[in-house]
């Protein structure tokens, strides 16, 4: 059975940082490729960012770019994403699965808020 237990979250200013983790149970953690996603209020769940199972390649959603980074450490089966340069529009809860997700591995995520 696989786990995904998301943290980090909080509220910061605009234009401040975020550093997220998400720790994973289970063993296949290190031959899947993970994804950071973000569902905000009234709007459907979005992936931000993804990474492959070895950690050598990424990706961004556009909104994203530039200042949020996605890694790995297999060891601890853990993923993170760093926020950086944060902007009202990424208040959200912020979620880690798979990518492709898996429809049971949905944790309960970490509530972003970028406010003054």
């Known amino acids: 059975q696989v786990q995904l237990v998301e943290s980090g979250g909080g509220l910061v200013q605009p234009g401040g940082s975020l550093r997220l983790s998400c720790v994973a149970s289970g063993s296949i953690f290190s031959i899947c490729a993970m994804g950071w996603y973000r569902q905000a209020p009234g709007k459907q769940r979005e992936l931000v960012a993804v990474?492959?199972?070895?950690?050598?390649?990424?990706n961004y959603a556009d909104s994203v770019k530039g200042r949020f980074t996605i890694s790995r450490d297999n060891a601890k089966s853990t993923v993170y994403l760093q926020m950086n340069s944060l902007k009202s529009e990424d208040t959200a809860v912020y979620y880690c699965?798979?990518?492709?997700?898996?429809?049971?591995?949905w944790g309960q995520g970490t509530q972003v808020t970028v406010s003054s």
């Open positions: 699965n798979t990518e492709p997700s898996t429809a049971s591995y």
């Open positions: 990474i492959t199972s070895s950690g050598h390649s990424t």
